[in-house]
């Protein structure tokens, strides 16, 4: 009997919530060009502005995060992945929290917060439990880093409730998706281009895991600290500037222009360096009133964050469904737009074309980017491997 599409959308984790993912992240800034001329005020815990970094900060990314740890976590531990039922429930939760904090449920500020850190609570139990059982400690850093993310949305709830805006919770947000980004990113992305790079019999390699990875990672770390709970200025832009250096450093040692023949890996590769550029961008706003901080929160958000996990879906969807790792030029345009839409929000938000803004223009960007990549890989989401 052939295997529905209902079945096959739950048979691993990657498959609900890449697509869960990739259509929020069109649907909601849809949802945002509404709101955010006053057409439209959601009805949740949250004002207008704060509803919308949460979406992007906490929905968006965790959707994407589970995507990626309920696909990984049975290749390093060797353990049957979770899916079916148990899975297609974890998918309601994630989906029921959007519902929520949007004030649909129409629920007291405390339920709302209740239902949508359910969500990253359940999957940090299911994670550290798969990997605790199997004595694979060395990737319980990844669901230490997805524990505080909950942390930090539980600080955005409660500021927006208790003080009417989110301020510290917003930062840690983007923080804690920051170091995540530099570890899993500094995993993924030399072994993917090692592997490339020695089929086509280059010999210059990327270098391996070190002690200056190490040393960039607790750097970064130490910075954002600093940023997130507003240190002493000169000390915190210092720092921050210390962290762009080494990983700009780290980040050409991956041999990224060597992979330029692969679009998938390019595309890894450029949204690694949206990390030290949003890095040195924050560092400069705090020290120079000429650069708005909202430069730098947005290429770490939307160039990192956005861009990192688009490239990170395309190649999971196309080596979990058995297809070639090739980007194609229809996924290449997709990621080509989410970038595009990182420059005009981040550095050209006052330009007006033909009546347009850039924030608008950014938002089209956006929203045919991701469009794109739903008409391409949804079909794949739902039906079996190719193979």
């Keep these: 009997?052939?295997?529905?599409r209902c079945f096959t959308l739950f048979e691993l984790g990657f498959r609900p919530f890449f697509l869960l993912a990739t259509g929020f992240a069109a649907g909601a800034i849809i949802l945002w060009m509404i709101i955010w001329p006053g057409f439209w005020v959601p009805e949740g815990p949250f004002t207008s502005v704060d509803w919308h970094a949460h979406e992007m900060l906490f929905a968006y990314s965790s959707a994407v995060i589970a995507g990626f740890l309920l696909t990984a976590i049975p290749n390093w531990t060797g353990r049957a992945p979770i899916k079916g039922?148990?899975?297609a429930l974890l998918a309601v939760l994630w989906a029921v929290g959007r519902l929520a904090v949007f004030g649909v449920t129409g629920l007291p500020d405390g339920w709302v917060m209740a239902i949508d850190g359910s969500f990253l609570a359940v999957l940090c139990v299911v994670a550290a439990y798969q990997l605790i059982v199997s004595r694979n400690l060395r990737n319980l850093i990844v669901?230490?880093?997805?524990?505080l993310l909950l942390a930090a949305n539980t600080v955005f709830h409660l500021e927006a409730t208790m003080l009417g805006a989110a301020d510290v919770g917003r930062r840690a947000g983007l923080a804690v998706l920051t170091l995540l980004l530099m570890l899993i990113g500094g995993r993924i992305i030399p072994s993917f281009t090692r592997n490339w790079l020695a089929k086509q019999?280059?010999?210059t390699l990327p270098s391996p895991f070190g002690r200056f990875d190490a040393a960039s990672l607790g750097i970064a770390?130490?910075?954002?600290?600093?940023?997130v709970f507003k240190g002493p200025l000169g000390l915190t832009a210092a720092a921050l500037g210390v962290a762009s250096a080494m990983h700009l450093v780290r980040a050409l040692r991956w041999q990224g222009l060597r992979a330029r023949h692969s679009a998938i890996l390019l595309m890894l590769h450029a949204s690694y360096l949206c990390l030290p550029v949003g890095l040195a961008l924050l560092a400069f706003s705090l020290v120079w009133r000429a650069v708005d901080p909202a430069v730098g929160l947005h290429v770490l958000g939307m160039g990192a964050v956005g861009c990192?996990?688009?490239?990170?879906?395309?190649r999971?969807?196309?080596g979990h469904t058995g297809r070639p790792l090739a980007a194609g030029p229809i996924l290449s345009l997709a990621f080509g737009l989410i970038l595009m839409a990182t420059v005009f929000r981040a550095l050209l938000p006052e330009i007006w074309l033909m009546g347009v803004s850039g924030i608008q223009i950014s938002a089209l960007c956006w929203v045919g980017g991701f469009g794109l990549i739903c008409a391409r890989i949804w079909p794949w989401l739902l039906r079996p491997r190719v193979d």
């Design 201 to 203: 019999k280059v010999e």
């Design 316 to 318: 999971a969807s196309m």
């Design 85 to 87: 039922w148990p899975l």
């Design 308 to 314: 990192m996990t688009t490239a990170v879906m395309l």
């Design 1 to 4: 009997m052939k295997t529905t």
């Design 143 to 147: 669901v230490a880093l997805v524990a």
């Design 221 to 227: 770390a130490i910075a954002l600290n600093f940023w």
